[in-house]
């Protein structure tokens, strides 16, 4: 399984990776804005789980679920916001755009795992 990690803070996105590769991803790629992430679509392919702040300079999370479910390209892809907006009318807006669960930071792992059990990630060696 392939995971892109999209988040301005490169302390998150170390974290994200551990507990990703923890999890049975076996590539990562990191991004950190929506336009990076989208470059990285571009060159590597479409990943199994993207993982998305909402809050980031260039282009924002919501721009870029936006912009990733006008591709047919990336419809199979799995999208989960992380962030810490908590408001519900943006929680509407994410999924609306095309997210497919939604995690408010702070977060733990077991969270977390629960979320990928939702988007119907298998744990490892089960």
């Known amino acids: 399984m392939k995971a892109l990690i999209v988040d301005d803070s ?3 996105r170390m974290m994200l990776k551990r ?8 590539t990562l790629f990191e991004a950190g804005d929506g336009r990076e992430a989208l470059d990285r679509l571009k060159e590597a392919g479409p990943v199994d789980l993207a993982l998305v702040d909402w809050n980031m300079p260039v282009m924002d999370g919501l721009e870029f679920v936006t912009t990733l479910r006008e591709s047919k390209a990336y419809s199979g892809m799995r ?3 992380i962030t810490t907006e908590s408001d519900s009318s943006k929680i509407s807006r ?4 095309g997210a497919n669960e939604y995690i408010m930071k702070p977060f733990n792992n077991e969270a977390l795992r629960g979320k990928l059990d939702i988007l119907g990630f298998e744990r490892p060696g089960v």
């Open 10 to 12: 490169r302390v998150i």
């Open 79 to 81: 999208v989960m916001m």
């Open 94 to 97: 994410a999924l609306d755009a």
């Open 19 to 26: 507990f990703l590769q923890a999890e049975g991803f076996e």
